[in-house]
């Protein structure tokens, strides 16, 4: 399954689960830990941004806000290091394992002409909660990073 489209209300998406997630299961090299990790996290939202289309969540921001040079969510963990990066990095790569095998099946149900929507608002769900979990494993001092639906 390259690409399925996905008609949405207006338009037609055109979504490709395997896209969403390439390289994000593979492993952290040594020579480049904050690029591995921060690719995978990107990854990981926009397979989100695809799952919360499924859902019908309408526009959602993902974004972590930025406040005066506070590094981004992977950066946070690399420079952590120790418990922290090791936890954040086997959490992304086990929701980036769920979303894959969860997209896919949405879009199989799709691609039948059945309604992916319930399913999609379920996974949505355990995508957030996963989300919000990782999030915890920022040092202390962190600005606090939510989910904002606009």
Same mark, same amino acid.
Request: aromatic content about 4%.
């Given at each position: ?7 949405q209300d207006a338009g037609t998406l055109e979504l490709s689960a ?16 904050? =690029?591995? !990790?921060? @690719?995978?996290?990107? *990854? &990981?939202?926009?397979?989100? /941004?695809?799952? +919360?289309?499924? #859902? ?40 980036? =394992?769920? !979303?894959? @095998?969860?997209?896919? *099946? &949405?879009?199989?149900?799709? /691609?039948?002409? +059945?309604?992916? #929507? ?24 962190s600005s606090g990073l939510k989910v904002s639906q606009a």
């Open positions: 399954m390259d690409a399925t489209p996905i008609r395997a896209a969403a997630l390439a390289g994000s299961g593979a492993p952290a090299s040594a020579a480049s830990p904050p =690029a591995s !990790l921060a @690719a995978r996290w990107d *990854a &990981l939202h926009d397979a989100a /941004a695809i799952l +919360a289309q499924l #859902a019908g969540t309408g526009a959602v921001s993902l974004s972590l806000p930025q406040q005066d040079g506070a590094p981004d969510f992977a950066g946070a963990m690399v420079a952590a290091g120790g418990w922290r990066q090791m936890l954040a990095e086997q959490g992304v790569d086990d929701l980036a =394992a769920i !979303l894959e @095998a969860g997209l896919v *099946a &949405l879009l199989q149900v799709h /691609a039948r002409g +059945a309604d992916p #929507a319930p399913a999609a608002q379920a996974l949505w769900q355990e995508f957030l909660a996963a989300r919000q979990a990782l999030l915890v494993l920022l040092p202390p001092g």
